[in-house]
């Protein structure tokens, strides 16, 4: 039987992040995509010019419809809006045992917009986290959730431990919005460190660069691969989505989602 795979998330109008970025992703790596939409955005390349946030039921009916008939074999949560969303994914998730997990703790749009009210943070920490086979923060949302000051590879591996000692199974902190010349994630299991390390393109065509990442993940654990195996598959997808722009919009383009498959097909 196919793979199937499910986010939770916010729809981006503008297709390059969210929901239409997760099934894109979803689709590309032959899965079969179904969608929870917890708020819906209009948006573009040049920013958020507007977020309605659902009401948590709607979020939880979603879920209900999907779990009880379709099946899912692995899940992401992204942009999640209110704390009463993070509140009611997490118990929907727990109730239908929506494993294994993603949590990519969406805070802030590239274009600096926040997509996650502050009072949720805690939320976050408290009832989701403690769920995920995997927590993808970048480094503004892990400084945010970790209170760290993260400039340093010592730093980084202290948050690291931290997501882990909060229950996560693994974490990766992403290095794309770092300084060094390679785009380095922090992968941690609570055994082992690894870094995953891909060139930094000199692009802003990077809209969407981690809801794509974490669907990847996504995809590849639905299809049965180990943790660490999934995520160092996905960073193949998103190195290839970046390195291949689509050079859509004035602003912050989004990623080639086709990239990895013609890539693959072409060798
Ligand atoms: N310019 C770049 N070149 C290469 N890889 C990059 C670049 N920017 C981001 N990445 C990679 O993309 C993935 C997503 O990382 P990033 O830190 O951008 O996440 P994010 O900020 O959550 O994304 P988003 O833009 O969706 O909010 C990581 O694997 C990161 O290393
Ligand atoms: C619905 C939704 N979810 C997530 C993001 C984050 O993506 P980015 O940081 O690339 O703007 C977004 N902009 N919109």
Redo the contacts with the bound molecule.
Sequence with gaps: MIARTLTIAGSDSGGG?GIQADIKTFQELETFGMSAITAITAQNTLGVQKVYPLAPEAAAEQIHSVATDLGVDATKTGMLATADIVKTVAQKIREFGLFPLVV?P?M???SGHVLLDEDARIVYKKELIPLASVV??????AEVLTGLSLADPDSRRQAARMFVEWGAKAV?I????GNEST???LYYDGEEFSV?S??????KQ????????SAAITAFLAKGASTYDAVKQ??EF??AA??HPLNLGRG?GPTNHFAYRHRRENR
């Design positions: 992040a990519d969406v802030v749009s590239t993808t923060p970048n480094l503004p949302e990766v992403k290095g794309g919005h785009a380095d994630d995953l891909a060139p930094r393109f000199d692009t990077t809209h969407g660069t981690g809801c794509t990442f996905a960073k998103i190195t970046i390195s912050h």
